[in-house]
T-cell receptor, first 113, second 116 residues
């Protein structure tokens, strides 16, 4: 069965550095999402993306965050200048239609030191 | 704003027994979806079961069933004949059926341990 894949599985970066988290959704997915989970806390919505533009974003998704799907396959989340509080598990997700099930990737654990 | 509450940080069950995980939510909407997701140590969030609010019948998926009480805003998950592979974090989630948003709002999760 096709899966949403995320790379890397773990990334360590220094505060202030830029980081790019990558996701390859299932090929027929049209709607894409990023969620994050700070250790021991709930999973939180960051952003949704459809038709090559952001359709919704949370208050967490400030100017330091951006998303793009440059080549029609990879879906990336960029954090321009990482902060300690950005340390979390970041999950990519996708779906084929608005009422179809959401498929999550395995997540990227981001550690900011 | 909608909220989802899971009041049981941890639960445990013996293999082959039945366990119920609680979830309550708050919303002013009448049409929405509710979900239970499982997050095993492999980290991937896996959809366990889904309920449409307009459906009165409780959803079931093999050993997993829900008790959906719309008036009480309660959505509990029952796992029957528990197996060792059921050990995981379980998250309850809410999604509006409106056109303006399709984000999931998660609870804080319940860690389920299964003992042999």
């Amino acid at each position: 069965e096709p899966e949403v894949t995320q790379t890397p599985s773990h990334q360590v970066t220094q505060m202030g550095q830029e980081v790019i988290l990558r996701c390859v959704p299932i090929s027929n997915h049209l709607y894409f999402y990023w969620y994050r989970q700070i250790l021991g806390q709930k999973v939180e919505f960051l952003v949704s993306f459809y038709n090559n533009e952001i359709s919704e974003k949370s208050e967490i998704f400030d100017d330091q965050f951006s998303v793009e799907r440059p080549d029609g396959s990879n879906f990336t989340l960029k954090i321009r200048s990482t902060k300690l509080e950005d340390s979390a598990m970041y999950f990519c997700a996708g779906r084929t239609g608005l009422i179809s099930p959401l498929h999550f990737g395995n997540g990227t654990r981001l550690t900011v030191t | 704003a909608q909220t989802v509450t899971q009041s049981q940080p941890e639960m445990s069950v013996q293999e082959a027994e039945t366990v119920t995980l609680s979830c309550t939510y708050d919303t002013s909407e009448s049409d929405y979806y509710l979900f239970w997701y499982k997050q095993p140590p492999s980290r991937q969030m896996i959809l366990v079961i889904r309920q449409e609010a307009y459906k009165q019948q409780n959803a079931t998926e093999n050993r997993f069933s829900v008790n959906f009480q719309k008036a009480a805003k309660s959505f509990s998950l029952k796992i029957s004949d528990s197996q060792l592979g059921d050990a995981a974090m379980y998250f309850c989630a809410y999604r509006s059926a409106g056109k303006n948003t399709d984000k999931l709002i998660f609870g804080t999760g319940t860690r389920l341990q299964v003992f042999p």
